[in-house]
């Protein structure tokens, strides 16, 4: 990994800026956005929900492969990154999160105690993909800073609003070990996001 792709950090200001550029393949259908990435020593890849312990990509596996470890390096512990991109693109799906620049208030990842200093500059982002209409936030803080944005209602867990410009937005369940739920019944939310997002699911 690259020096210049870590987050980097105003260690006068103690605030960090966001490691990776959006990721938006062609027709892209949904955007999901987390909050901000976890600090670098939790990486196990250069890519949006790193952490081994976060339950985003074995969550992903479920759903479109009917395997938790479906988007695992065969044989290891290691997200298979290769596997990632080929789903996000195969079905049209965007990644991001709401913060661009951020002070962690007690040195670790918990949306709890995260500063966001910038949001995303969302309309700028989804200028980029006219064919999406739909976002969903991963966690009660992402969903907080797209109402903002967005002057909308934050939604209730595992439902959605839709804006003054028909954007759906969804408030997704966090795929944080820490929420208590378990993998089968975050998939099932998400698996209805993706229905009406008009993205198609094995057997369906």
Known sequence: MKESEFIH????????????????PDGAR?????????????????????????DFWYM???????????????????????????LLSEKGIAMNDTARRVRRLKGNASDKFLEILEPVPLFDLLAQMPDCHTIATTG?????VIADLTSTDVPKMGE?????????????????????????????????????????????
Request: no cysteine; charged share 20%; proline share 8%.
């Open 9 to 24: 950090i105003d260690t006068e200001n103690e605030t960090e800026t966001h490691p990776w550029e959006p990721f938006i």
């Open 60 to 86: 992903m596996g479920l759903i479109f492969f009917g395997r938790r470890d479906a988007l695992l390096r065969p044989g290891t512990k290691d997200f298979d990154l290769q596997a990632i991109i080929t």
């Open 160 to 204: 959605m609003v839709t804006s003054s410009s028909g954007l759906h937005i969804w408030r997704m369940p966090s795929t944080s070990r820490a929420y208590p739920l378990a993998l089968e019944k975050k998939a099932a939310y998400y698996a209805r996001l993706f229905r009406d997002a008009g993205i198609s699911l094995p057997a369906e």
């Open 30 to 54: 949904v955007l999901i956005m987390g909050t901000f990435p976890p600090g670098p020593h939790r990486w196990s890849m250069n890519f949006y929900y790193p952490n081994r312990t976060n």
């Open 140 to 144: 009660e803080k992402a969903a907080s």
